[in-house]
């Protein structure tokens, strides 16, 4: 079985077998590592295809540079990263920056994770989390 995997690099959808995920697959296009242990910093022009064509869940951490709960949860946002993937796609939205995608998310507060699966939004989790707690909770959101 073959899983559709975005590139964090260049955005190119690649088709790869789902027993080489955890292989170190790279892009068919850019070459590069499709997973690098790091969140991918996600625009307006990315963000659907990110969360529509990835057969992984998407997990999105809508933020601020000016918010200091941001600020805190970075850092373990990040080391979340080495753990959860490549089960699962982490992702960044700077809400000051992409004002639209916030909007029509309804992102009330920040930060604010929320999980993509298929396309669609399944679960939202707002307030500062650390590494464990966020694992745990995307984990148990996917189960």
């Known amino acids: ?10 955005h190119a959808t690649n088709r790869v ?3 080489r995920l955890s292989a170190a697959p790279k892009c068919g296009a850019c070459h590069q590592l499709l997973f690098t242990a790091l969140p991918v910093e996600l625009t307006e022009d990315h963000f659907n ?14 933020w601020a540079p000016w918010c200091g709960p941001c600020r805190m949860m970075a850092p373990a946002f990040s080391k979340a990263a080495t753990t959860l993937e ?9 809400t000051e920056e992409e004002q639209a995608l916030a909007a029509r998310y309804q992102i009330r507060s920040i930060p604010t994770l929320a999980l993509f ?22 984990k148990s959101t996917i189960q």
């Open 1 to 10: 079985m073959s899983l559709h995997i975005v590139c964090p690099h260049c």
């Open 17 to 19: 077998p789902a027993n």
């Open 49 to 62: 295809r990110h969360i529509s064509n990835n057969d992984i869940p998407t997990l999105v951490d809508f």
């Open 86 to 94: 490549p089960g699962m796609r982490l992702a960044k939205v700077n």
């Open 117 to 138: 699966m298929n396309g669609r939004e399944i679960a939202r989790q707002s307030g500062a989390m650390g590494e464990q707690d966020i694992i745990r909770w995307a």
